[in-house]
């Protein structure tokens, strides 16, 4: 994984209007800063939503998705207790 110079990510948080929360996130996520930038809605683009939006709805997504998992995870273990315990 390329390493990205603290300019281009000064460059995407002038340019997206992130502030420093929003690109420690993006760098949790594994995002660099040309897909920010790339992210940026135009004027022809109403649907889309800011980067720093966009980021937090990634980052909920996931969140929900690891809880599910470790949800499934728990449930499978319980079952399994169960059966060897009967």
Do not use: F, H
């Amino acid at each position: 994984m390329p390493k990205y110079s603290d300019a281009m990510w000064a460059d995407a948080k002038k340019k997206c209007r992130l502030n420093m929360e929003e690109i420690e996130l993006a760098k949790k996520l594994g995002l660099n800063p040309r897909s920010l930038i790339k992210n940026i809605p135009s004027k022809s683009q109403q649907w889309k939503a800011p980067v720093g939006v966009w980021l937090r709805e990634i980052d909920e997504k996931r969140q929900k998705k690891s809880a599910q998992k470790q949800k499934r995870k728990e449930k499978a273990a319980e079952q399994k207790i169960k059966e060897t315990s009967s």
